[in-house]
């Protein structure tokens, strides 16, 4: 299986369903945006209506967005079915028209060296976008 990915800086226009980079896990949990769960000892969010769409949390508040089995499509307006395979660079391509790609980035080590912000991750499987990460460094 191959596996690339592609590094954008996020565009704060696109609205993450309730839920931004920054805010207080607990107060979407009080409100019911967000739901807990013990896995391993360990404390899990995801969204309480869409539990593929996981929240990472640091100090309490959302440091990620992590959406899982092609999710993320949605909120970008991406039907992989439209392209032709392979489908990286015409997918690419179109998210560059409304995110600022980050070609010179190859890593997440990388991407934090360019500087604190939001960015955008996608995971390409076989050449389709499967995972995608809406992260803050």
């Known amino acids: 299986m191959l596996v ?5 800086k996020w565009n704060n226009d ?21 739901s807990s769960y013990i896995d391993n000892n360990s404390i899990e ?18 440091e990620y967005v992590y959406f899982t089995k092609e999710k993320g499509n949605s909120l970008l ?4 079915d439209l392209y032709d395979y392979p489908e990286t660079e015409p ?11 980050l070609l010179t980035v190859g890593s997440e080590e990388e991407l934090k060296e360019t500087g604190s912000g939001d960015y955008l991750i996608i995971y390409f499987r076989d050449y389709r976008p499967t995972n995608m990460f809406i992260r803050r460094y």
Do not use: A
């Open 4 to 8: 690339e990915k592609r590094y954008f």
């Open 77 to 80: 307006k991406i039907n992989p």
């Open 91 to 101: 997918i690419t391509n179109y998210l560059s028209k409304h995110f600022q790609i």
């Open 14 to 34: 696109y609205n993450l369903p309730n839920i931004k980079l920054g805010d207080n896990i607990e107060v979407l949990i009080k409100n019911g945006i967000v």
């Open 45 to 62: 969010y995801r969204l309480t209506n869409d539990k593929d769409v996981w929240i990472g949390v640091k100090e309490n508040i959302v």
